[in-house]
């Protein structure tokens, strides 16, 4: 089911200024969008048109309302991508994978099959397979800094995959 309201094939575009500072709107080629079976898409859902290869969508996928896909991304069989969720540009998502609720996946980066993104989530790095990521902004590599007392006991979990360092 295609929403009345989603977008298949919008052009991809940015803006650039000739040497006389007048501001132009540039397109690339557009290769197009290829939807696998029984996908769905939502209310204002956006599927861009890829520039160099077609934007792939797998079978049985669903793309939540306000989600977006950009160009030449690839979202495999029987994942779900959640409300307002952001799959940028030459990413590639793995089958059945779950993206969260405003979830980012930068662009280029890969997920691989099996995962689970949670909401608000930013994932900028490669995902291995069977990977779960709770915490927005993915895995902290600096410790140092916090802007709150990481030893504290804060008396609740802090995400599925995810545990504080202990001294």
């Known amino acids: 089911m295609i929403h009345p309201t989603a977008?298949?094939?919008?052009?991809?575009?940015?803006?650039?200024r000739r040497e006389n500072g007048e501001r132009v709107r540039t397109t690339l080629d557009n290769e197009g969008v290829?939807?696998?079976?029984?996908v769905d898409v939502f209310p204002h859902a956006i599927v861009v048109?890829?520039?160099?290869?077609?934007?792939?969508?797998?079978?049985?996928?669903r793309i939540s309302h306000r989600?977006?896909?950009?160009?030449?991304?690839?979202?495999?069989?029987?994942?779900?991508?959640?409300?307002?969720?952001?799959?940028?540009?030459?990413?590639?998502?793995?089958k059945r994978c779950t993206i969260g609720v405003g979830a980012?996946?930068?662009p280029s980066v890969t997920v691989e099959?099996?995962?689970?993104?949670?909401?608000?989530v930013v994932v900028h790095e490669y995902v291995q397979p069977n990977t779960?990521?709770?915490?927005?902004?993915?895995r902290r590599k600096n410790w140092d800094n916090l802007p709150w007392d990481a030893d504290k006991d804060w008396g609740f979990e802090t995400g599925v995959s995810y545990q504080w360092p202990r001294n």
């Open 113 to 120: 099959d099996d995962c689970f993104i949670g909401a608000g």
């Open 132 to 138: 779960k990521i709770t915490i927005p902004g993915g």
């Open 67 to 94: 989600a977006q896909v950009g160009h030449d991304s690839v979202i495999g069989e029987h994942t779900v991508v959640g409300c307002g969720a952001i799959v940028c540009g030459f990413a590639m998502i793995g």
């Open 34 to 38: 290829e939807l696998g079976d029984d």
């Open 104 to 106: 980012i996946i930068c």
């Open 49 to 61: 048109n890829g520039t160099l290869r077609p934007t792939k969508v797998g079978n049985g996928v």
């Open 7 to 16: 977008i298949i094939g919008a052009d991809p575009f940015w803006y650039t």
